[in-house]
């Protein structure tokens, strides 16, 4: 374990550099919005407006049932094709032990064309999973592991890790009925995948959020005050690197060096 004890004048951010491949983690994500907080899942496609869609909330799918999830309702104002979906930012990486299991409910009069799992993976642009003829009008288990992924998406086989940005769900309605709104529903969601390995913080103690890579100190520092570092990173690494920035000024390094 190393201790290092900085004069702190800023926020800051800590950056663990890994040269070459990424060294990973198993890691899982779950979410079951029985808190009834949405958690930085947003519609997707995106709402014009982000910061407060009144069709995409956590809610009763079913009035009655004290189940709680994601509820989305899309109305067809004209008969086109329409779509629903839900989407999360994450900072992940798909792995052959990769498995995600969740719960839809797809409430329409009409068939969905597709449900697609989609990951998100920057260069490598989408990667998606499609089910055939989804099922509507009741909850329904969907499980996708890392074959599932690789056999729509041959062209990951030879991969062993694919950095991905963002877990979507998005589902198609064509021709929709402009007198009848849809309703898609999500829940118990859990994908088992890796990250990079992390810093285990011991001091000071941390907030950490799936969707970004940094840390939030649960305490908040001010100008003068000293700052200790300490933990451990379960890597065998010829050198970390620490860096300490304005979280306002990421270009302005108060901290830079080797621990």
Request: contains cysteine; charged residues 20%.
């Amino acid at each position: 374990m190393r201790k290092v004890v900085l004069y702190l004048l800023v926020s800051f951010c800590l950056v663990l550099h890994v040269k070459a491949n990424t060294v990973l983690e198993s890691w899982t994500y779950s979410e079951d919005f029985e808190d009834r907080d949405l958690g930085a899942w947003a519609s997707y496609p995106l709402w014009q407006d982000t910061a407060y869609d009144p069709n995409f909330r956590v809610n009763e799918m079913v009035p009655g049932d004290p189940n709680i999830s994601i509820v989305q309702k899309v109305t067809p104002y004209t008969h086109v094709d329409n779509y629903a979906g839900a989407q999360k930012l994450l900072d992940m990486y798909l792995i052959p032990e990769t498995k995600l299991r969740f719960r839809y409910y797809l409430k329409t009069i009409q068939d969905a064309e597709f449900f697609t799992v989609r990951f998100a993976a920057g260069d490598l642009g989408k990667i998606d999973v499609n089910l055939a003829q989804p099922e509507t009008n009741k909850w329904v288990w969907v499980t996708v592991d890392y074959k599932d992924i690789i056999q729509q998406n041959p062209q990951l086989a030879d991969m062993d890790q694919v950095k991905i940005h963002a877990l979507a769900f998005l589902t198609k309605i064509p021709q929709a009925d402009p007198f009848m709104p849809i309703y898609l529903g999500l829940d118990d969601i859990s994908f088992s995948a890796g990250r990079a390995a992390v810093f285990q913080f011991k001091e000071p103690a941390m907030h950490k959020l799936p969707e970004f890579s940094q840390y939030i100190p649960q305490k908040q520092y001010h100008s003068g005050e000293n700052f200790s570092l300490t933990g451990n990173w379960n890597l065998e690494a010829k050198t970390v690197g620490l860096e300490i920035k304005p979280f306002t000024d990421k270009n302005k390094a108060v901290f830079k060096g080797n621990l």
